[in-house]
């Protein structure tokens, strides 16, 4: 049973533009949400985080929103740069466990 | 700097021969994970510890078994692999237990002959 979704397995965008990647989660008890990022044979790394208590967090190019009615959060890149190819992992916690996505593998063209 | 160090990163071991992956951190924090990851799948987690307390996902197989001996370290044994336990073995720490943002390793990629 999957908890965190993210439909979209892979995502090409040209450099400079914006990439969007998305993250659908089922439980309502969800109180925090993270987005990783993920080289080739390098262990995932925290990129940003939004508590479910706001609606947006933004670090620089990186900016997550989260909409708790349609149970779905977003990361978007702006610009986007070759250096943000790589797998990112959305993952969602109810302060019992820590629930990850699959992953979406971005490229990033340039 | 503070990180969290795996070894070996590659491991190939025989069908039934015991296995163990270790995990050390220099980030003192409380709570070390270790995660499976298949393919194409979702990280799943096996089991945390917050300090010494030994926490067991419901699921986890009674195959797999970890110790933590102290703060820095933690190992993850697994007594005899099967081919289905091929993969990708993460560990990560967390300051404190309320799952937020975790450090990983490089992690460690199991073969099974």
Known sequence: DQQVKQNSPSLSVQEGRISILNCDYTNSMFDYFLWYKKYPAEGPTFLISISSIKDKNEDGRFTVFLNKSAKHLSLHIVPSQPGDSAVYFCAASDRDQFYFGTGTSLTVIP | ?113
Not at chain 2, 8 to 21: C, E, I, M, N, W
Not at chain 2, 24 to 40: A, E, G, P
Not at chain 2, 51 to 61: I, L, V
């Open chain 2, 1 to 113: 700097d503070a990180m969290v160090i795996q070894n070996p990163r590659y491991q190939v071991t025989q069908f039934g021969k015991p296995v163990t992956l270790s995990c050390s951190q220099t980030l003192n924090h409380n709570v070390m994970y270790w995660y499976q990851q298949k393919s194409s799948q979702a990280p799943k987690l096996l089991f945390h510890y917050y300090d010494k307390d030994f926490n067991n996902e419901a699921d986890t197989p009674d195959n797999f078994q970890s110790r933590r001996p102290n703060t820095s370290f933690c190992f993850l044994d697994i007594r005899s692999p099967g081919l289905g336990d091929a993969a990708m073995y993460l560990c990560a720490t967390s300051r404190e237990r309320q799952f937020y943002e975790q450090y990983f390793g490089p992690g460690t990629r199991l073969t099974v002959t």
